[in-house]
């Protein structure tokens, strides 16, 4: 089985610094990884995924995610946040070849953007 | 919006009681799944639905829960007899059969009291 381990629960920064949420995973095989986001009030959604091919993944609003096989790691990145990135991202993981919904998913983290 | 829709959106209940969601999936899709989330936790996996057929179900989903997809398209969750620890956020995605992605409807908040 899996499991994804998220290490900031909650991150607060001003606008314009940069963010970097880590992201861990138990699985001794071949995963896809995914990051999704939460905005207040909205439902969850997909930032990006990650399956094969580029181990640096670009995704919507700017973010992307490197994937460091030897660190089990997938952490999610953006050069310079804006007070509208304030949401909750959740990391999750799924084994190759497994369906996309049955993913294990980390506790989340918190981002809050100061203006 | 045809995205994922939930209803209802919040339920409070007594403890003791039966309580059911539904989950209305984007139309193409014929993946259906159920998830539960708990204050401070991520989405957990309950089931999932393929069309009608009920193709995987989680040790999470005790036998006071029962899903349907009767016809393929909209999808129920019962729990019987509720407990405080059912007591969570109960989220849909749908998919297509091939697709890498998933969508999340908004969920359905249970308390029960």
Redesign the interface.
């Known amino acids: 089985a899996q499991s ?1 381990s998220q290490h900031n ?1 909650h991150v607060i920064l001003s606008e314009a610094a940069s963010l970097e949420l880590g992201c861990n995973y138990s699985y001794g095989g071949t995963v ?1 990884l995914f990051w999704y986001v939460q905005y207040p009030g ?5 930032l990006l ?1 990650y ?1 094969s091919g580029d181990p640096l993944v670009k995704g919507i609003k700017g973010f992307e995610a490197e994937f460091i096989k030897s660190k089990f790691s997938f952490n999610l990145r953006k050069p310079s946040v804006q007070w509208s990135d304030t949401a909750e991202y ?1 990391c ?1 993981v799924n084994a190759e070849n497994t ?10 983290t918190t981002l809050t953007v100061k203006p | 919006d045809t995205g994922v829709s939930q209803d209802p959106r919040h339920k409070i209940t007594k403890r003791g009681q039966n309580v059911t969601f539904r989950c209305d999936p984007i139309s193409e899709h014929n993946r259906l799944y159920w998830y539960r989330q708990t204050l401070g936790q991520g989405p957990e996996f309950l089931t999932y639905f393929q069309n009608e057929a009920q193709l995987e179900k989680s040790r999470l989903l005790s036998d006071r829960f029962s899903a349907e997809r009767p016809k393929g398209s909209f999808s129920t969750l019962e729990i019987q007899r509720t407990e405080q620890g059912d007591s969570a956020m109960y989220l849909c995605a749908s998919s297509r059969r091939t697709g890498t992605e998933i969508y999340f409807g908004e969920g359905s908040w249970l308390t029960v009291v």
């Open positions: 994804v629960h896809n909205q439902h969850l959604q997909l995924k399956f959740f999750a369906n996309a919904g049955k993913s294990t998913f980390g506790d989340g």
